[in-house]
Structures are given as structure tokens and as C-alpha cells.
Nanobody, 129 residues
Framework: QVLLVESGGGSVQAGGSLRLSCTTTKSIYSNNCMGWFRQAPGKEREGVAVAAIGGVFTDYADSVKGRFTISEDNAKNTVYLQMNSLKPEDTGMYYC??????????????????????WGQGTQVTVSS
């Protein structure tokens, strides 16, 4: 049973924008840490952004700071990732995930996956130059 469902991926040219959505159940969403991760071909899955649901903490990988924004809609149990000024190196499969408790800072490495127990199936983002 898939408990997190992502949508919004697609193909854009460099400089374009996309907004990803991730909807989950209330029990998974509430008072937990929601995160976005990405996996490029041949590379490990790495952290992109996290948000503490019900709190004010958000954090981003250095590679996306100033371009990506994570936000929440608590009424819909949904977290978004607004991606602006997209670059070809942003290409990859983007995954939403949830973990119990608080968020840690994002390092942009595979270690960011620690503690995230629930994962979506991913949505593909392709940025062409």
C-alpha cells in the first residue's frame, strides 16, 4: 500500500519551473518531518528539502537554496516543492518521504535518508539545456 503519492513532475527547459505535490494520510503527515529527495541516474538518492509539519523549521540542500521552496497545506495533508530556475543537474526522480519526529538539517547527501520510513513511488523531473 502506497501511503505517499507524488505528482507534478515533467519535462522543462533550463530556467523553467515545476511544482511537485505529495499527499499522504493524516497519521503520517501530522507532527512529523516531511522531506523531498531526488535520485539522478547512476547516483544515490539524496536529500533536497525538509519541513517540520506543525512547526517552522525548513531546510534545503545547498544546491537548491534560493531556487526551491517547500511548503505545506495542512488541510490537505500535502507538502509541495516549488522548483524555480531549474537546471539540467536537477534532473532525476523526486521522492517524497516522511519520518516520525523532527527534521534534521539537509546535507544534500544519501545520509539525509536516515529515519525516513515511508516513501512515495516518485515523480520524474527532466530539465533540458
Amino acid at each position: 500500500q502506497v501511503l505517499l503519492v507524488e505528482s507534478g513532475g515533467g519535462s522543462v527547459q533550463a530556467g523553467g519551473s515545476l511544482r511537485l505535490s505529495c499527499t499522504t494520510t493524516k497519521s503520517i503527515y501530522s507532527n512529523n518531518c516531511m522531506g523531498w529527495f531526488r535520485q539522478a541516474p547512476g547516483k544515490e538518492r539524496e536529500g533536497v528539502a525538509v519541513a517540520a509539519i506543525g512547526g517552522v523549521f525548513t531546510d534545503y540542500a545547498d544546491s537548491v537554496k534560493g531556487r526551491f521552496t517547500i511548503s505545506e497545506d495542512n488541510a490537505k495533508n500535502t507538502v509541495y516543492l516549488q522548483m524555480n530556475s531549474l537546471k539540467p543537474e536537477d534532473t532525476g526522480m523526486y521522492y517524497c518521504a516522511a519520518k516520525w519526529g523532527g527534521c534534521n538539517r539537509v546535507t544534500g547527501s544519501p545520509q539525509d535518508r536516515t529515519g525516513f520510513a515511508h516513501w512515495g513511488q516518485g515523480t520524474q523531473v527532466t530539465v533540458s539545456s
